[in-house]
T-cell receptor, first 118, second 116 residues
Framework: AQSVTQLDSHVSVSEGTPVLLRCNYSSSYSPSLFWYVQHPNKGLQLLLK??????LVKGINGFEAEFKKSETSFHLTKPSAHMSDAAEYFCVVSDLNGYGGSQGNLIFGKGTKLSVKP | KAGVTQTPRYLIKTRGQQVTLSCSPI?????VSWYQQTPGQGLQFLFE???????NKGNFPGRFSGRQFSNSRSEMNVSTLELGDSALYLCASSLGLSGSSYNEQFFGPGTRLTVL
């Protein structure tokens, strides 16, 4: 069965320093992987998604993630944090079946709260 | 294009009551998924509807049910409310079935349900 583990429940960085949010996944087949962001009192917004076309995925707002099959990881990074990046981030996995469709629902990690200090 | 809308945004109920939440997907989207978000359990999948049929279901009791109408709008119903049902209920829509990297899910702002 598929699962996802976000290794840090809370990450704190200073503005202008790099961001690293860690995610490991477990999947039976070739996974679809996503990162979502949730600002306070807002719905979730898709940051980026892994489509199997390229292992380095670029998303919105300067975020990117690298798919590493050997390490079963999909860590989210950003070179320079901005105050507006303070939010909760969710790593999400879903299995693709042999026909490229979905095996089922999205599985969300527990979330990582990112704090950005001025 | 309007985003996913959910009504009501806030709701207070008492134990034993039932509640119905509504979700209007983005125009043209045929899939609607529902999630429950709590501080303890995080985001958990409830069910997904596509073309008026339930396609996937999470591990929730039968008190949680849903339906989808021909215009793709969806409702979620919770009967015999319990204190533990207090949560943010999120709805998401996509063009096709969720889970595929080709079918991005767009989330609504959620309905905050408080059970007293």
């Amino acid at each position: 069965a598929q699962s996802v583990t976000q290794l840090d429940s809370h990450v704190s960085v200073s503005e202008g320093t790099p961001v690293l949010l860690r995610c490991n996944y477990s999947s039976s087949y070739s996974p679809s992987l996503f990162w979502y962001v949730q600002h306070p009192n807002k719905g979730l917004q898709l940051l980026l998604k892994y489509t199997s076309a390229a292992t380095l995925v670029k998303g919105i707002n300067g975020f990117e993630a690298e798919f590493k099959k050997s390490e079963t990881s999909f860590h989210l990074t950003k070179p320079s944090a901005h105050m507006s990046d303070a939010a909760e981030y969710f790593c999400v996995v879903s299995d693709l079946n042999g026909y490229g469709g979905s095996q089922g629902n999205l599985i969300f990690g527990k979330g990582t709260k990112l704090s950005v200090k001025p | 294009k309007a985003g996913v809308t959910q009504t009501p945004r806030y709701l207070i109920k008492t134990r034993g009551q039932q509640v119905t939440l509504s979700c209007s997907p983005i125009s043209g989207h045929r899939s609607v998924s529902w999630y429950q978000q709590t501080p303890g359990q995080g985001l958990q999948f409830l069910f997904e509807y596509f073309s008026e049929t339930q396609r996937n279901k999470g591990n929730f009791p039968g008190r949680f049910s849903g339906r989808q109408f021909s215009n793709s709008r969806s409702e979620m119903n919770v009967s015999t409310l319990e204190l533990g049902d207090s949560a943010l209920y999120l709805c998401a829509s996509s063009l096709g079935l969720s889970g595929s990297s080709y079918n991005e899910q767009f989330f609504g702002p959620g309905t905050r349900l408080t059970v007293l």
